[in-house]
């Protein structure tokens, strides 16, 4: 089974905090991503990662960075977390040309 | 036009009957083609991928996809109330590793 693990189910910072939310996958997958998940507009692609050290914007990178130093863990990072960074961050991983196995995600209240 | 939609929904179906969720993309190209299931407050979860035109059964769920006309369905058979969530069609978008999902369609069986 393809384990997808996120490390904080619930975070609360404060605005202006740096904040780091770290996925890790023990299937050997070369694809992870990152998405953030709001009502009304669905999943949206904020980094995607296809190799180690390699990283590709999605669609709403502004505001975020990404750190992928192992095959297995893949971080997101707030840079100074502002309230509207609030949102449920989801996390995937995948093989190449293959379907996407998310972890159980990280809802992020910024206040 | 987005390169993929759903009907947001809610859709309701009694108990019992058959739910038909659709979806439609923009790229001719795209090959592979997933459905996923959410449950409110929890991660995405895949429940049916199809590559080739035509029916792919798997226990009560049949993906139907017709390449020419560029929509997959899904069908739930004899529907349960566990099967309501909100169901979210995903297709890789010019040939590379990324995802784009529809924004789901929330599905409600009613006992």
């Known amino acids: 089974d393809v384990k997808v693990t996120q490390s904080s189910r619930y975070l609360v910072k404060r605005t202006g905090e740096k904040v780091f939310l770290e996925c890790v996958q023990d299937?050997?997958?070369?694809?992870m991503f990152w998405y953030r998940q709001d009502p009304g507009l669905g999943l949206r692609l904020i980094y995607f990662?296809?190799?180690?050290?390699?990283?590709e914007k999605g669609d709403i990178p502004e505001g975020y960075s990404v750190s992928r130093e192992k095959k297995e863990r893949f971080s997101l990072i707030l840079e100074s977390a502002s309230t509207n960074q609030t949102s449920m961050y989801l996390c995937?991983?995948?093989?190449?040309?293959?379907?996407?196995?998310f972890g159980p995600g990280t809802r992020l209240t910024v206040t | 036009q987005k390169e993929v939609e759903q009907n947001s929904g809610p859709l309701s179906v009694p108990e019992g009957a058959i739910a038909s969720l659709n979806c439609t993309y923009s790229?001719?190209?795209?090959?592979?083609f997933f459905w996923y299931r959410q449950y409110s407050g929890k991660s995405p979860e895949l429940i049916m991928f199809?590559?080739?035109?035509g029916d792919k059964e798997d226990g009560r769920f049949t993906a139907q996809l017709n390449k020419a006309s560029q929509y997959v369905s899904l069908l739930i058979r004899d529907s349960q109330p566990s099967d309501s969530a909100t169901y979210l069609c995903?297709?890789?978008?010019?040939?590379?590793?990324?995802?784009?999902f529809g924004t789901g369609t929330r599905l409600t069986i009613i006992p």
């Open positions: 995937a991983s995948s093989l190449f040309g293959s379907e996407q196995y």
């Open positions: 299937m050997d997958h070369e694809n």
């Open positions: 990662s296809y190799d180690v050290k390699m990283k």
């Open positions: 790229d001719r190209g795209s090959q592979s």
């Open positions: 199809i590559y080739s035109n």
């Open positions: 995903a297709v890789p978008i010019f040939g590379n590793e990324k995802l784009t």
